[in-house]
């Protein structure tokens, strides 16, 4: 038996397990369903935020190594949303429906899903907590702008958003939030001991954020044409992890940990957060919501491969 299986056994398992945990504590109604709404509510504005700082602020992150990490995201995710839009035009799809396919094409669940694994397969390596942590920024930057945009050009009505609004809760976002403190940490002199506290609520955010993730889950949503979220799926799940591989080796040289960061990134499933802004847009909800249960249904397949490489 090679080696790394039992590393990539010791890494997804517990992430399945807390994942499914999550989805049965909901669907078996163990739990009141207010209870998955806070706990998320918990994590987003508390527990996240802190782990970010926490990895963030003990690291001493090097912006300039962290870079080609960055643009290498960047590229790949800009080169799912060149083949979805050309892949849009080409399948018989409606308006929302297109909107729809090329925002579950790039949109990955990075906080909830990519940060853990990657904690738990690096673990004890901190430089890569902070590399990931620090590549959180633009990429939740990206996505929110990318989304919008999109889901604006492809809503069934026309949508007008205040740029004032829209900067506003970029902005206010805790995930950035907890970046950029983080970040302003990592260059000053601060005590180990002060980010005790925000390693705590961290290590409470990674399983407590898979639970959710499951809890989030819901099959009867996996229903109706399967073609269109079975598109975004393969771009998500497939083409853009191997994009940036391919960018991240020949244009930037990364190095195999490195390769391995970012691909576990553009792997993860599409975002739940898809679903939530496809109403708020007038967007395809049914196609969101399908895209989000498939992709997360085969997500361990490629994140597997990537680990084993």
């Not at 994590?43 to 290498?72: D, E």
């Not at 996505?143 to 949508?159: G, M, P, R």
Request: proline share 6%; net charge positive; with cysteine.
């Amino acid at each position: 038996m090679s080696p790394i299986i039992p590393v990539i056994f010791a890494t997804l398992s517990p992430v399945i397990l807390l994942i499914v945990l999550g989805f049965f504590l909901r669907e078996k109604n163990f739990l009141p369903e207010t209870f998955f709404t806070q706990l998320n509510k918990l994590n987003y504005f508390i527990g996240l935020p802190s782990l970010l700082i926490a990895k963030l602020g003990g690291a001493g992150t090097n912006l300039g190594a962290v870079l080609p990490l960055i643009m290498s995201l960047i590229a790949a995710t800009f080169f799912a949303v060149i083949i979805s839009v050309m892949i849009a035009y080409l399948v018989k799809s409606d308006k929302a429906e297109k909107g729809a396919l090329i925002h579950a094409s790039f949109r990955g669940n990075l906080a909830y899903l990519g940060l853990p694994i990657i904690i738990y397969f690096f673990e004890g390596k901190t430089e890569l907590h902070g590399f990931a942590a620090i590549c959180l920024a633009p990429l939740i930057l990206l996505y929110n702008t990318l989304a919008v945009f999109f889901l604006i050009i492809f809503s069934k009505k026309e949508q007008k958003i205040s740029p004032k609004i829209f900067i506003g809760k970029l902005i206010t976002n805790p995930l950035l939030i907890g970046c950029a403190i983080g970040t302003c940490l990592s260059y000053s002199s601060i005590s180990p001991i002060a980010l005790k506290p925000f390693e705590l609520v961290g290590e409470f955010a990674l399983p407590s954020a898979l639970i959710a993730l499951g809890a989030s889950l819901r099959l009867d949503r996996l229903k109706g044409k399967l073609l269109l979220p079975g598109i975004a799926s393969v771009i998500k799940l497939i083409i853009t992890p191997l994009a940036g591989y391919l960018i991240g080796f020949y244009i930037f040289n990364l190095s195999a940990d490195h390769l391995k960061l970012i691909m576990i990134f553009l792997a993860t499933p599409t975002a739940v957060a898809s679903f939530v802004l496809a109403e708020q847009m007038d967007s395809d909800t049914d196609l969101a919501a399908t895209s989000i249960v498939l992709s997360a249904l085969l997500c361990f397949i490629p994140i597997a491969i990537i680990l084993a490489l």
